[in-house]
């Protein structure tokens, strides 16, 4: 594994080596604007495989993707009016879209699923690195499946164990700032669905798409918009 350190690299050159990697079939470890991700090729079965086993996690559960706009994303994914709405107020950002999937994507993370999550993170290089690459990489946390999410490389490839050796290259952006996750947004369907509260809250999200949304159909836990 090699790792560089993002301060010294520069965004660009660190985000021309990550796509190399990318493009290989190899796993790369980077900075959010929320935390440490693993980012593989998201079409490749192989790469997303490597990133589950790097994890330890089960096959069922989905992995979200970065893409670099919403262009991108519409070529992967189907947007509905509430999507591009929240799009527009919230992204780049810690905003995760779970959108209809386009028929023909079938391989990586789109495999046997209907639905794919996507993010446009605030952090530059992630941004970056999608524009170098071309196409969709991998967006999931750091971690064993389970356990806490840690926020310097060392405590990471420590927590990771043997299972670190997948990781081609650790791109080190120093202690990341404890961050509230992404908050996510099933808008798939008619009634969007916050499935997950983090940095932004259900209350802007509903907020937002308040004029477009029926009265009183903000629930508690999953929340209907």
Known sequence: MEIVRLSEAGVEAAARSAA???????????????????????????????????????????????VADMEMAEEY??????????????????????LKKKPAMTSGIFRDIPTVGIRIPGGEFCRALAREFGRPYTATSANVSGTESLSIVDGIL?????????????????????????????????????????????????TLLRPRAAEGSLTAGRRSI
């Open 158 to 206: 420590a927590q990771l164990d043997d299972n670190a050796r997948h990781i081609d290259l650790a791109l080190d952006a120093g202690e990341l700032r404890r961050r509230e996750p992404s908050t996510v947004v099933d808008t798939s369907a008619s009634q969007p669905i916050v499935l997950r509260e983090g940095a932004i809250s259900a209350h802007r999200i509903f």
């Open 20 to 66: 190399a990697v990318l493009r290989a079939g190899g796993v790369v470890l980077y900075p959010t604007d929320t935390l440490y991700g693993l980012g593989a090729d998201a079409l490749s079965d192989e790469a997303v495989e490597k990133v589950r086993r790097i994890k330890g996690r089960e096959g069922k559960k989905p992995i979200h993707c970065v």
């Open 77 to 98: 994914a189907e947007l509905t009016a509430d999507a591009r709405l929240l799009a527009k107020e919230f992204f780049p950002g810690p905003l995760t879209l779970v």
